[in-house]
């Protein structure tokens, strides 16, 4: 099976942008969740630990367990706790499931201040600190997500002064049930549309690894892919002019040319509509289908580079590099680039 390999250095230069733009490493709590965006759950947790990051944010319980000893606390986004664990901080996403968490599990409330996806009301606050303090559990957290904070309109405005006004009446409820929770409303871009930070930390996913794309007039951090896909030759022919390759002999040789067939297949996270339409990044052609498990190139190299930016992939595709990066197989291999 093809291999994915890992750069370290560029996962800390693009550590070392977040941290300068938002002036605190501290800040930092990175996203971790559908094993890590496709790069490797615990390899990416242990070298965000190795850099000093002390928060983490995942899906699932189970994918905080899997990365429990690298960090210092560890907010689980969609779940219910089946173990007790005093890392683990659970978000609550409406009122109807607070009475899932058993009595003095950590949670934060999610707010819904526009995305209508997940999140609480506006006009439930009250009655979930009410509830949160009945069902006997630690609010540590108060927060929210934005919609559309990589495109240019004035959504991240109103969606950040929103949940900036909460604050106070937030402050005020909290001192009367005596928590002191913290304040988070960002993802990847929403860092990079603020000039500063004034929350208490910020929830980065796709900045971390080097693939975030905000619309092209808003200013882009530089930031450098992490990951790249590389595949092993299987086999190697050359297909004669007018001869066709693969299911349903969709590319036709215009003259006679070599080609090999690689590793990787849409079984492993290579998306079928790139068929016949993707050049890599040394601009090999991808030739004819895509196939389950391997797809053909215009190449005879023993190792190939199929991409090494998931968004160049993604446009091939139609589709958005978090998707191309979500999807890659958890069984390939994964590996740091020695560099
Ligand atoms: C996935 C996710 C993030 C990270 O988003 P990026 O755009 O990858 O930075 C942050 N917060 C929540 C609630 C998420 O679900």
């Known amino acids: 099976m093809g291999t994915l390999k890992l ?48 928060h983490a944010v995942v899906r699932l319980e189970r994918e905080a367990l899997e990365i429990e000893e690298f960090f210092e606390d560890i907010l689980i986004l969609a779940d219910v706790p089946t173990c007790t664990n005093p890392k683990f901080q659970y978000v609550i996403n409406s009122l109807d499931t607070i009475n899932k968490f058993p009595a003095t599990t950590k949670v934060e409330l999610k707010i819904d201040t526009g995305m209508h996806r997940n999140g609480i009301g506006i006009d439930e606050i009250e009655k979930a600190f009410e509830m949160m303090s009945a069902q006997q559990l630690e609010c540590i957290g108060v927060m929210s997500h934005l919609r559309s904070a990589d495109t240019l309109s004035s959504e991240y405005f109103w969606q950040r002064h929103t949940f900036d006004g909460l604050k106070p009446r937030v402050e005020a409820l909290s001192q009367q049930y005596g928590w002191t929770p913290r304040f988070h409303l960002s993802n990847s871009a929403g860092v990079f549309r603020a000039a500063h930070c004034d929350d208490d930390i910020v929830r980065v996913g796709i900045a971390l690894y080097g693939c975030l794309e905000m619309d092209i007039s808003l200013q882009q951090p530089f930031l450098k892919p992490v990951l790249s896909l590389w595949g092993d030759k299987i086999s190697t022919r050359v297909l004669k002019k007018g001869e066709r390759v693969g299911y349903n002999g969709i590319y036709t040789a215009m003259c006679d040319e070599i080609i090999s067939t690689y590793d990787m297949g849409y079984a492993n996270g290579l998306d079928r509509l790139a068929s016949n339409r993707y050049s ?49 197989d958890k069984d390939l291999k994964r590996e740091w680039i020695i560099e």
């Open 7 to 54: 750069s370290r250095q560029a996962l800390i230069h693009n550590l070392d942008i977040i941290a300068h733009h938002i002036g605190d490493r501290d800040k930092i709590a990175v996203v971790l969740k559908d094993n890590a965006y496709g790069h490797g759950a615990t390899l990416i947790a242990g070298a965000c630990r190795e850099y000093g990051i002390g």
């Open 280 to 328: 890599t990044p040394q601009a090999v052609e991808l030739r004819g289908r895509i196939s389950m498990d391997s797809a053909a190139f215009s190449s005879d190299l023993d190792e190939l580079l199929i991409f090494n930016d998931a968004n160049k992939y993604a446009k091939a595709v139609g589709t958005i590099g978090y998707e191309i990066l979500a999807c890659l």
